[in-house]
């Protein structure tokens, strides 16, 4: 811009010839900064293509006469440019400023960049001011983007290293909870068996026949409980593991029917939760991947449809595959509560979750799943209807 600047202070202080008037003329229209001059009233006096565009004017000719009041701006931003003109006309001073510019063609606002000097006859008056803006709106998007994107590393970098601490401190007490409900499983058909005696003796006091068939279940509900939770820890750790890590991860081949058949197979389900999963294909074919990534997908995809069905007391869960053209499209469909458009465009943000009490979930599991199949060279993304369904569709690289 600084460059620009000095070729137009070099164009008003000398003289030209017609043919050079022209070519100067041409070059103006279709810079592609937006240029403009006033004279000392502030009065446009001219303009080129790209701002007259912008304005909403029909040709350059139309903003010869106007002031800035005449553009509908509102009465600050008027102040604001009057105070800039006064810099320039009064005091002779060069006028940096990044400002937001609204522009009424199509009702937007531009991040621009401008460089205001003030224009000079041949005897050093000042007589106009010259203005040069660059939009700078995308940059700064850019900008911020990236500003949020670091935030968020440094989130979940600190997050990695509590998870880490936090995790190690509950695998102890779980583990101590399974080996216990291991041991009481092995010997409890013993102790059934010794109370059916005694009731049949009358030695022992029957027990309710709905609290002896509870008691009953409990301990596979509690092997249930210590899985899941180990399950929850392994993801949440292993979301977070590869997130914070700055390459992209190693690819080989792995079998994607097996590797989805594992993660339904393998999945903690609490009680008749299996029965409302339906496999309906996978094709038999090998993914460029890793198959605990695959896995750790379809964990987050399971625990959330299973919490959504719940919530809606209705739906199941159908998952199925596709071949097109170098990749494996797998289906992953729940029919519960579907998601608003709302929801559906935030739903891989980081810590962004649709369950009710926060404390469910802390809004990382989808987010995790995009981030790490990007690293992958695949995809994941949703399709719902409100009240219908939601289906994840995942693409995958496949093996040539």
């Not at 608003?340 to 979930?361: G, H």
Request: glycine share 4%; net charge neutral; hydrophobic share 40%.
């Amino acid at each position: 811009m600084l460059a620009l600047i000095e070729w137009f202070k070099k164009l008003l202080r000398f003289r030209h010839t017609s043919l050079e008037q022209m070519s100067i003329a041409v070059i103006l229209e279709n810079l592609p900064e937006y240029i403009y001059w006033k004279d000392k009233d502030r009065i446009y006096r001219g303009c080129n293509r790209k701002l007259a565009k912008a304005a909403g004017l029909a040709s350059t000719k139309k903003i010869i006469g106007k002031k800035d009041e005449n553009f509908g701006w509102s009465k600050e931003r008027i102040a604001t440019l009057k105070q800039h003109d006064d810099k320039i006309l009064l005091h002779g001073e060069d006028v940096y400023v990044e400002e937001v510019i609204p522009l009424p063609k199509d009702n937007s606002h531009r991040i621009m960049l401008t460089h205001k000097i003030p224009l000079k006859d041949s005897y050093g008056n000042i007589n106009g001011i010259l203005g040069i803006s660059v939009d700078i709106t995308e940059r700064k998007q850019e900008q911020a983007a990236l500003e949020k994107a670091k935030t968020e590393i440094e989130r979940l970098k600190a997050m990695s290293a509590l998870g880490g601490m936090i995790a190690h401190e509950l695998r102890t007490p779980l583990l101590t909870m399974k080996l216990t409900a291991g041991n009481l499983k092995e010997y409890f058909p013993a102790l059934i068996h010794a109370y059916e005696v005694g009731v049949e003796q009358g030695q022992v006091k029957p027990i309710r026949q709905d609290i002896f068939d509870s008691i009953k279940l409990s301990l596979s509900d509690l092997e249930n409980v210590v899985d899941y939770s180990n399950s929850t820890i392994d993801m949440v750790l292993m979301g977070i593991e590869h997130t914070v890590q700055d390459s992209t991860l190693e690819v080989k081949p792995c079998n994607i029917k097996a590797a989805v058949n594992k993660a339904v197979d393998q999945y903690p389900f609490k009680l008749n939760e299996k029965t409302l999963v339906n496999v309906k294909h996978i094709d038999n074919v090998n993914v460029l991947a890793q198959e605990s990534i695959i896995i750790h997908v379809f964990y987050n995809l399971i625990k959330n449809a299973l919490h959504a069905i719940q919530a809606a007391s209705k739906g199941t869960i159908t998952i199925w595959s596709d071949c097109v053209d170098d990749h494996v499209v797998i289906y992953f469909e729940d029919t519960a509560l579907g998601m608003t458009d709302d929801q559906l465009d935030k739903i891989f943000e980081p810590f962004y979750t649709t369950k009710q009490r926060t404390a469910e979930s802390i809004g990382l599991g989808l987010y995790f799943c995009r981030f790490v199949l990007a690293k992958l060279h695949s995809s994941i993304e949703c399709d719902s209807e409100s009240g219908k369904y939601t289906r994840f569709i995942i693409r995958i690289p496949r093996q040539k």
